[in-house]
């Protein structure tokens, strides 16, 4: 962390979410006593908010928030930082095209998580080569060891097997480290990934490699001990380099993405999620930072459409849907784009995890399902979504659209980008007639009326497929007299 900090790292104590900032993720969030040190070091911290730690009072907390404006994302669930840093140094590439580089700090008990692999895959097929992966090989899990000890060389040949340029290094010796930051910063077409070896509590009697120590501080008469190792400089005298302005300036604020209206004839018979896709394509239209993702399944879900369009403002994620969120939340950070996620409903459920930590993270997610229900018929239970408004709806601040018919899905597609946080659109496959005039104004929360009388008794409630199975009741029941 010193070595990154105050030497290699490049970023503003005044303005640490700079845009043309360097970015670092602490993958292994349970570590961020030694985040909030070296904040305090560079000067954006008092001594007093890092001693107020997990007080209940403390926006310090025991894993990092963006509740502190020198976070970008919350970490603390394991695996998911790696995949975070994809997004950030994709964006930082190919979308912003600036010189600012990602850090990811991981455990290595945390890279038993298929998670950092999806993201490792990521990382190498598009030549990430501004991203810098490093691994915190001190041997101990939470529980016990971990599954591979100090066996270094099976890091670097995993991490070098997944294309990166992959350097064991000594975690405690600040040359080996400044020396390996320079190789990476020359590496050019791949990430880097430095194995760390390093022991858990160096050079404290009784703590140093030992078990059963995670998470619980040392005893009071070790401290002197500890205190007695230290050789740093005097506190200031370490300063960071100062960022190269060169990502360029870019305004997302809510209500300014609009795009032209719906173009369809009631009675056409339309699927959600092709008019989602259209919707998609006109986003990508007037705003260059609308982006998409998918996960392999473009030419189903229609987000194919904006790829046709605007390729530079499509990512294409392959069938690693954990990977998919993690990028999406890494490329929303900063306000840099505006990402719409999209996959087969179902597959969602996989990502869940990074869809809850994407909510803790503030962050400005769009998710959007297709497939949903049984209304898909032949393809099978396997690709029938049913948990997935169950599992929207839990995620705190989340907005929930289900459209019915192309035109509400189009206006919910338009909503989403001008709607800050987690959004989630859930679409269908079956063709289904347009009920809606291409003028009809939608608004979050508001339910519309499609059939009434003056004589009415019963209440029919429906939204997509089961909308139009409502009207065909009421036909029944009209005829019923009812």
């Known amino acids: 962390m010193s070595t990154l900090f105050f030497s290699e790292m490049k970023y503003d104590v005044a303005e640490p979410k700079s845009a043309s900032a360097d970015r670092f993720i602490l993958s292994k969030g349970h570590a961020c006593p030694i985040l909030y040190a070296a904040w305090e070091e560079a000067g954006l911290l008092s001594h007093e908010q890092v001693l107020s730690l997990r007080k209940i009072d403390s926006d310090i907390e025991g894993h990092p928030t963006p509740r502190l404006n020198f976070i970008d994302v919350a970490t603390g669930s394991l695996g998911q930082g790696l995949g975070v840093a994809t997004g950030m140094a994709y964006v930082g590439k190919y979308i912003d095209k600036a010189s600012y580089r990602v850090f990811c700090l991981l455990g290595d008990g945390e890279s038993a998580e298929g998670s950092v692999w999806e993201a490792a895959a990521f990382a190498s097929i598009y030549k990430l080569d501004n991203l810098v992966a490093i691994v915190d090989v001190n041997r101990l899990g939470q529980s016990q060891a971990t599954s591979l000890g100090h066996d270094v060389e099976t890091y670097k ?58 998470g619980k ?186 459209p019915t018919d192309a035109v509400s899905a189009e206006r919910a597609t338009e909503l989403a980008a001008n709607t800050k946080g987690v959004v989630f659109i859930r679409t269908g496959r079956p063709a289904l007639p347009v009920l809606y005039d291409n003028e009809e104004p939608f608004h979050i929360g508001q339910a519309k009326v499609v059939k009434q009388s003056a004589e009415d008794k019963i209440v029919l409630v429906g939204s997509g497929v089961t909308l139009y199975e409502s009207l065909k009741a009421a036909e029944e029941l009209e005829k019923e007299g009812w």
């Open 217 to 402: 501080p040392v005893p009071a008469e070790t401290i002197n001990a500890i205190k007695a190792r230290f050789h740093g400089s005097q506190k200031g005298k370490l300063v960071a380099q100062k960022p190269i302005n060169d990502a360029p300036a870019i305004d997302l604020h809510v209500g300014s993405i609009k795009m032209p209206a719906p173009e369809y004839k009631k009675g056409d018979k339309v699927a959600t999620r092709a008019a989602y896709g259209t919707a998609l394509a006109k986003l990508g239209d007037v705003n260059p930072r609308v982006i998409g993702l998918d996960g392999d399944t473009k030419n189903s879900t229609f987000s194919e459409k904006l790829l046709k369009k605007h390729p530079d403002q499509f990512i294409e994620c392959f069938i690693a849907e954990q990977n998919l969120v993690g990028v999406a939340v890494g490329a929303q950070c900063r306000d840099r784009t505006i990402p719409f996620t999209s996959t087969f409903a179902a597959f969602f459920t996989r990502a869940t995890d990074q869809i809850r930590m994407a909510a803790v993270s503030f962050a400005n997610l769009k998710c959007v399902g297709s497939h949903v229900g049984v209304s898909i018929g032949e393809d099978g239970p396997s690709q029938m979504a049913l948990e997935d408004l169950a599992i929207f709806r839990t995620i705190p601040g989340a907005t929930v659209f289900y």
């Open 157 to 214: 040949a995993r991490f070098a097997a997944f294309g990166f340029n992959a350097i064991i290094v000594d975690g405690h010796n600040v040359e080996e480290l400044l020396a390996a930051y320079e190789t990476a910063r020359n590496t050019k077409g791949k990430p880097t990934a430095l194995i760390a070896k390093t022991l858990k509590g160096k050079g404290i009697e009784g703590i140093e490699n030992e078990d059963n120590w995670h």
